[in-house]
T-cell receptor, first 115, second 114 residues
Framework: GAVVSQHPSRVICKSGTSVKIECRSL??????MFWYRQFPKKSLMLMAT?????????EQGVEKDKFLINHASLTLSTLTVTSAHPEDSSFYIC???????????FGPGTRLTVL | QQQVKQSPQSLIVQKGGIPIINCAYE??????FPWYQQFPGKGPALLIA?????SEKKEGRFTISFNKSAKQFSLHIMDSQPGDSATYFC?????????????FGTGTRLLVSP
């Protein structure tokens, strides 16, 4: 299967700082990338959908100014959590898909802890 | 309309048993139904997926049964092993109009006892 990587895998930051998470498709071109948030023992909550070269489409209730998404190339998307607060602590997961494939491939996730 | 309902919430089976996880959907536009397996602290991994033109698909020990008229689909794990202990998510999307977002079920925590 196709491989998606995320970096960093874990990050701890102070309240008020910004954190950038990278999502890379390693062996395929991801025309569409998705960003999810997952709370402990809960399902994945879609935050936004991004197509390469276009602005991201955010789900209802997700603050676009707080969660900045950039999908500058077919293999890289970034999520920046701006002015992070403790309530932003969560597990963030990206996925990629597109081309001739029906499948979304998920990254390993990034654990964000805001102190 | 966009929901995918998944049951049970948790499941315990003995090694060698056949756990069955069920999902139901309302949106008849859905045409792609994948199952994902997630271990703690990891991202979901695709297990198996089905399109509505077939009623069953098997890959290794994993089988999806699909009932289009009832708008239900289920995952069966044959000869379950302790290593299958994980959370399983069903999902659905409409690929007919291009690559679309997945709607996830609420997840089933499976424990396979030795």
């Amino acid at each position: 299967g196709a491989v998606v990587s995320q970096h960093p895998s874990r990050v701890i930051c102070k309240s008020g700082t910004s954190v950038k998470i990278e999502c890379r498709s390693l062996d395929f071109q991801a025309t569409t990338m998705f960003w999810y948030r997952q709370f402990p023992k809960k399902s994945l909550m879609l935050m936004a959908t991004s197509n390469e070269g276009s602005k991201a489409t955010y789900e209802q209730g997700v603050e676009k100014d707080k969660f900045l998404i950039n999908h500058a190339s077919l293999t890289l998307s970034t999520l920046t959590v701006t002015s992070a607060h403790p309530e932003d602590s969560s597990f963030y997961i990206c996925s990629g898909g597109g081309g001739s494939s029906d499948t979304q491939y998920f990254g390993p996730g990034t654990r964000l802890t805001v102190l | 309309q966009q929901q995918v309902k998944q049951s049970p919430q948790s499941l315990i089976v003995q090694k060698g048993g056949i756990p069955i996880i069920n999902c139901a959907y309302e949106n008849t536009a859905f045409d792609y139904f994948p199952w994902y397996q997630q271990f703690p602290g990891k991202g979901p991994a695709l297990l198996i997926a089905i399109r509505p033109d077939v009623s069953e698909k098997k890959e290794g020990r994993f089988t999806i049964s699909f009932n289009k008229s009832a708008k239900q689909f289920s995952l069966h794990i044959m000869d379950s092993q302790p290593g299958d202990s994980a959370t399983y998510f069903c999902a659905a999307s409409n690929l007919g109009s291009g690559f679309q977002k997945l709607v996830f079920g609420t997840g089933t925590r499976l424990l396979v006892s030795p």
